[in-house]
């Protein structure tokens, strides 16, 4: 495991997956909508897709204690995993890269298409566009709303650094905020990098975070 895989284990601990903490703009208002608008939507499976730690699973854990749901993860599929989501009017399929069996899969739509349940599928590209050999499955994956949340924009960002500072009792202005806004990475994963360089530079040096410090960790 790389040391950014290893820093970003820490921050994916220590979720919690609070509706509140869930920040919405333009980048991923409009899977958050389809969340929020169930079940008003044109299909029964919707395909949510974006880079690694972009929030397609804390969006799918807010769907699921809105709605009722059942998460597969890769684990819990077994010989009865059908027979568990039989009782759940909706699924969620998070990290789909890490499903390995393409029959899986389609047995899990087929049997959401066969009993009219409600689909979501998380994936890092949009599943049309990953290289299935199964042909029945590449078929059933082309009735789909596909929900891409795109790259940080400048609000999710800032949104994202002031809540970490914040509940790491980093004290930082705002206009720090914003330089650092303007020259971060736009990366989900960059970013908490960062956090976690920002954190640690606090705790060794034990004083507070300026211009000079922040510039310095960007740059590393």
Excluded at 16 to 41: G, H, I, M, Q, R
Excluded at 76 to 86: A, D, G, V
Aim: include cysteine.
């Amino acid at each position: 495991m790389n040391k950014l895989n290893q820093t970003l284990l820490k921050f994916e601990l220590k979720q919690n997956f609070a509706y509140d903490d869930f920040f919405v703009s333009k980048c991923n208002y409009f899977a958050f909508n389809l969340v929020e608008t169930w079940p008003k939507w044109e299909k029964n499976i919707l395909n949510i897709y974006g880079e690694k730690f972009s929030g397609k699973t804390h969006l799918s854990e807010i769907f699921k204690k809105k709605h009722k749901a059942m998460i597969i993860t890769n684990e819990e599929i077994n010989n009865n995993f059908l027979n568990k989501i039989r009782f759940h009017e909706n699924i969620i399929v998070d990290n789909l890269e890490y499903v390995s069996d393409e029959k899986i899969l389609y047995s899990i739509i087929n049997f959401a298409e066969q009993y009219n349940k409600y689909l979501i599928i998380n994936s890092i590209k949009p599943i049309n566009l990953i290289d299935f050999t199964l042909p029945d499955l590449k078929s059933r994956l082309k009735n789909c709303i596909y929900a891409k949340i795109d790259k940080p924009d400048d609000d999710m960002i800032f949104a994202l650094v002031l809540k970490h500072f914040s509940d790491r009792q980093i004290k930082i202005e705002k206009k720090i905020i914003e330089y650092i806004t303007k020259r971060i990475e736009r990366s989900y994963g960059k970013i908490l990098d960062f956090i976690y360089k920002v954190d640690q530079f606090s705790l060794i040096n034990k004083k507070p975070i300026d211009y000079k410090s922040i510039k310095k960790i960007l740059e590393d």
